[in-house]
């Protein structure tokens, strides 16, 4: 199996609602991914799936040749698999800088072993503010950001645990169209260091831009899977976005 | 500054209080002085799972009690030195912590101290029926007038001063040490969004069991040299209300994000009430808390730390 990411028939109930219903899906190394479909249609139940934040009935997620069922959701983030949050969580008590040192000291160093200095810490923070453009605001909180400073906040935590696969959940919804270009240009950066990314979005022009292929969700069904060009003229998600 | 510089600065702080009640040769000094220092260390480990993680332990009492209990059953069993006793004792309530921990992390806000109040309850339920440590009648701990070191003579109650100083100093430097590293870092994400901080890389539930277990553990040590200091030790005062109370309201109203905080709600509310208790009367005690906490809690949310933190990072922010 060479795919970085392989979901394997997972389902997922909330009781007598199926909110996932036997979904398939891989993701090849540094692919990048859109997944799209109408509110509701469990893109972010599937998100939640596939980082851990949810159990699933049935099915499996191997991630980078090993099986991550049951492996808690930090588990997940250390071996590599990261995301960002629909709505952002930073943590609001801690400076950007220190919002960054969290995953850097949580994963980073998990996995390699020895602490980094105090001040190989430090440039890593600021790199990664360098990087989503808000070095000037290292010291600065959480609340002080505008909407779109605080999606790339999210971000940049995101890729402090230095993931090989970043899912991005609507990190662009609520942003105007010069901010939706900003974040895509950063993911489109992301991608080309080798970062897998898989993004969910409803701003179809951003998806289109964005993705190399496309799936498609309606109803907890996969309904459509493909370049995003055909994907985009499939009747099925044609009747999902416009009705009959 | 580096643990082993605050350590010191904080002996030496230590010290200096001890050179003062030694010159003052107050017997007075030395029992007031004493439950404010016990305080202190009751106030900073509530903080480390209150303050630092957020979550809200009702049962401080129950933990002050089990160290307390602890005592006395080592001292009927077998007579040990009381610092023997207060590792036990911080043994048996960091086991307690931990399993308390296990048992109830899963839930949050409400729930979380609501179980940990249900905790107390059982705990005095216990000692009560149980006749060896004295049940509902109490215990009567006889202590010797003086301790002999060195061949010098000290005051008893000047020896329990001491130790409860050690045991002060030794909390604050370990939270202080928590705050700077790893740790503290991952305890203040759990408080501030623990969905996200999983998703950083944090394993909560690892971080949550080590907080509950210290914070029990020092507490426990809070405990075990009460029998001693009070003589006649009761279910109802080793359970009593304002343990909990204060250990909530002291980190509260000092600002509960630093080790500052509870050290200075000690401190402030301590003496507040040791002055109350000899000028008007030891009940007004609670009432001092409750109006202070209400005043804070709608002034000073963040308590005096943080009223000092806002303004410098308000002064520095361009």
């Known amino acids: 199996m060479t795919a970085l990411l392989h979901v394997d028939n997972v389902s997922k109930r909330f009781y007598g609602f199926v909110a996932l219903d036997d979904i398939d899906l891989e993701v090849q190394p540094g692919e990048r991914l859109g997944l799209s479909g109408p509110n509701g249609s469990g893109k972010s139940t599937l998100v939640n799936c596939i980082c851990g934040a949810l159990q699933y009935e049935s099915g499996s997620v191997h991630f980078d040749g090993h099986l991550i069922d049951g492996l808690a959701v930090h588990q997940r983030t250390q071996r590599g698999l990261a995301r960002t949050f629909q709505l952002p969580r930073p943590f609001h008590s801690l400076t950007l800088a220190d919002n960054l040192r969290i995953p850097l000291l949580y994963t980073v160093h998990a996995r390699s072993g020895p602490m980094r200095s105090a001040g190989d810490l430090d440039s890593r923070c600021h790199d990664l503010l360098d990087m989503v453009g808000l070095a000037d605001k290292a010291k600065r909180m959480p609340r002080d950001l505008t909407q779109v400073e605080m999606r790339k906040l999210e971000l940049a935590r995101a890729m402090a645990a230095e993931p090989k696969l970043l899912i991005a959940d609507e990190s662009m919804a609520g942003l105007s169209h010069s901010e939706v270009g900003d974040i895509l240009a950063l993911l489109v950066q992301l991608n080309e260091r080798g970062i897998t990314i898989i993004l969910i979005e409803h701003i179809m022009s951003a998806v289109m831009s964005f993705s190399q292929r496309l799936a498609v969700l309606v109803s907890g069904k996969k309904v459509a899977d493909g370049k995003p060009e055909d994907v985009v003229r499939d009747p099925e998600v044609v009747r999902a976005y416009l009705g009959e | ?318």
């Open chain 2, 1 to 318: 500054m580096n643990a082993l510089k605050f350590s010191l600065i904080a002996i030496g702080v230590g010290l200096l209080v001890l050179a003062f009640a030694h010159w003052l040769k107050l017997d007075y000094f030395y029992f007031a002085g004493y439950t404010i220092l016990q305080f202190i260390v009751l106030a900073t480990a509530w903080n480390i799972l209150g303050g630092y993680c957020g979550y809200v332990n009702f049962g401080s009492a129950a933990f002050f009690a089990l160290g307390a209990y602890s005592a006395v059953f080592l001292h009927k069993l077998y007579p040990l030195p009381i610092p023997f006793l207060i590792v036990i004792s911080a043994v048996v309530s960091g086991t307690v912590g931990f399993g308390m921990g296990y048992l109830t992390l899963r839930l949050r806000g409400a729930f979380f101290a609501i179980a940990t109040l249900a905790l107390s309850v059982v705990l005095q339920t216990l000692v009560v029926n149980w006749a060896y440590v004295g049940g509902s009648r109490g215990a009567y701990i006889i202590r010797p007038e003086t301790i002999e070191f060195a061949g010098i003579q000290f005051n008893y109650i000047e020896y329990l001063f001491v130790l409860m100083l050690v045991l002060a100093v030794v909390a604050l430097a370990t939270t202080r040490t928590i705050e700077r590293s790893q740790l503290g870092f991952g305890f203040a994400t759990i408080r501030d969004d623990e969905l996200a901080a999983e998703a950083s890389g944090v394993p909560t539930l690892r971080l949550k069991l080590i907080a509950t277990t210290l914070s029990g553990a020092f507490m426990g040590m809070a405990g075990a040299p009460f029998p001693y200091y009070i003589s006649y030790l009761q279910p109802a005062s080793a359970f009593g209300l304002e343990y909990t109370v204060n250990s909530i309201a002291m980190p509260m109203i000092g600002g509960t994000t630093s080790w500052v905080g509870p050290l200075l709600g000690a401190v402030l509310l301590g003496s507040l009430q040791q002055y109350a208790t000899v000028t008007i009367s030891s009940a007004v005690n609670l009432l001092i808390v409750g109006l202070m906490l209400v005043g804070f809690v709608i002034l000073a949310p963040n308590g005096l730390v943080g009223l000092v933190q806002e303004r410098l990072y308000r002064r520095r922010r361009p």
